[in-house]
């Protein structure tokens, strides 16, 4: 719900561009903060859901660390001033330099997978005279039951090392001496509503953990990854994700030596809520079976629809009920300008009549939305605005 003045405001600036809600973004880093600590739980900010600066700055004043998947993502925390020793760098294809610039910051882990990558690391540490601190990323092939190309936890994946690849892997670190196996590191996919998926993964861990047991191997940390779910049908009901049970429901299920930390990489759940693309109706028009409110706004700004036939709550500003209470609704296919026939915010999407210059908010957009951004069809880049 946007108050009139907040609405007001909106008219008067160039669109699209993203809003984003400070006050939101906080009271969130607050809840995480609150329920992670009654466990002790170490949190990291997955920058990929939102890398923007300012954001970066007030998650970080949280006290959070960073999960990256890039060497600029690693560069964007430092700069954010998170401490190196809170970063965490991930990623199925990590290139020579962006190890190497990690190795030169003495980030906290590496989170390594595959052989192929550990040998890579080991040679690159080697070189620097350093040694490197790794974390197997174990897929543990728990179904995390979201969109397939979200999904990241299952065998068919890319990510992660195999269960069958383990004994390979331990024996091969053995002659790696230039790194440092400081823990296990998990993350099934993304957007899980499902809270008992999120039992099954601490059931295989505690499985894997045992595995590293029989070798005599000592695992100091644990990393479960991200992957809490949003609510985006009800965004104003539902503003915080439930932290409150999904941080018990690790204390309760994973089992934790008395000498282990255990790490979460949150992304979606922190950001999502306090985005909003705000963006403008350029066009109504009569198609066959429906209407058009063509926006300025298309999947340039926000991808996921197009990408995931991901969904996001559309709402007219202009004739919300502040201003027209008793109007009545009509289906509109909502669209953006873009040359494709995926850059559609939503078919049938019931609004109030809705005209030429309207206001029109996409809710929940504050994760993988201006940071999946383009310049295609030589857009402009979108613009950030801060509450
Ligand atoms: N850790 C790792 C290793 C990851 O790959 C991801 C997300 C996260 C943590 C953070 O996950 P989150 O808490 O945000 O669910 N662009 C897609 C989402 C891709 C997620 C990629 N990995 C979307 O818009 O839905």
Redesign the pocket.
């Known amino acids: 719900m946007f108050s009139k003045e907040t609405i007001n405001k909106f008219k008067t600036i160039p669109t699209p561009f993203y809003y984003y809600d400070l006050e939101v973004l906080k009271q969130t880093l607050q809840l995480v903060k609150t329920e992670s600590a009654k466990y002790n739980f170490i949190v990291h900010y997955?920058l990929?859901?939102n890398a923007n600066n300012k954001l970066l700055n007030i998650i970080k004043s949280y006290g959070i660390g960073a999960?990256c998947?890039s060497g600029n993502e690693v560069k964007k925390a430092i700069e954010c001033n998170f401490n190196a020793e809170d970063i965490v760098f991930?990623?199925v294809g990590k290139a020579d330099d962006e190890i190497n610039y990690a190795l030169e910051k003495d980030i906290f882990c590496f989170?390594c997978e595959s052989l192929q990558e550990l040998e890579v690391i080991n040679q690159l540490a080697l070189a620097k005279h350093k040694t490197a601190n790794i974390a197997l990323?174990i897929n543990p092939n728990v179904n995390a039951n979201t969109?397939k190309?979200?999904t990241?936890g299952l065998e068919e994946n890319k990510?992660g090392i195999n269960l069958w690849e383990l004994d390979a892997v331990i024996k091969a670190l053995k002659t790696l001496k230039n790194l440092q196996l400081i823990g296990l590191?998990f993350?099934i996919?993304?957007?899980?509503t499902d809270l008992s998926t999120f039992r099954n993964l601490c059931l295989r861990v505690n499985e894997i953990q045992t595995i590293f047991e029989h070798h005599k191997i000592r695992i100091e940390n644990i990393n479960v990854?991200?992957?809490?779910?949003v609510d985006y049908h009800e965004p104003d009901k539902n503003r915080f994700p439930d932290f409150v049970s999904y941080f018990k429901l690790f204390n309760d299920f994973l089992e934790v030596r008395p000498h282990q930390k255990v790490h979460f990489?949150?992304?979606?759940?922190?950001v999502a809520q306090c985005g909003t693309l705000i963006s403008k109706v350029l066009y109504i028009k009569i198609g066959v079976n429906t209407n058009f409110a063509i926006l300025d706004a298309g999947m340039t700004e926000l991808?996921?629809p197009a990408?995931?036939q991901?969904y996001h709550k559309i709402e007219n500003l202009s004739q919300s009920e502040i201003y027209n209470p008793k109007s009545e609704t009509l289906k509109y296919d909502v669209v953006g300008p873009i040359c494709e026939s995926a850059d559609c915010f939503g078919k049938a999407v019931q609004l109030p009549e809705t005209f030429r210059g309207d206001i029109i908010a996409l809710r929940t957009a504050g994760?993988?939305g201006e940071v999946?951004s383009s310049a295609y069809n030589l857009r402009e880049r979108v613009k950030a605005i801060y509450y």
């Open positions: 997955a990929k859901a999960d998947v991930a990623g989170n990323r969109h190309y979200i990241t990510f590191h993350h996919g993304s957007q899980i990854g991200g992957g809490l779910g990489e949150l992304g979606r759940a922190i991808l996921r990408l995931y991901a994760a993988y999946m």
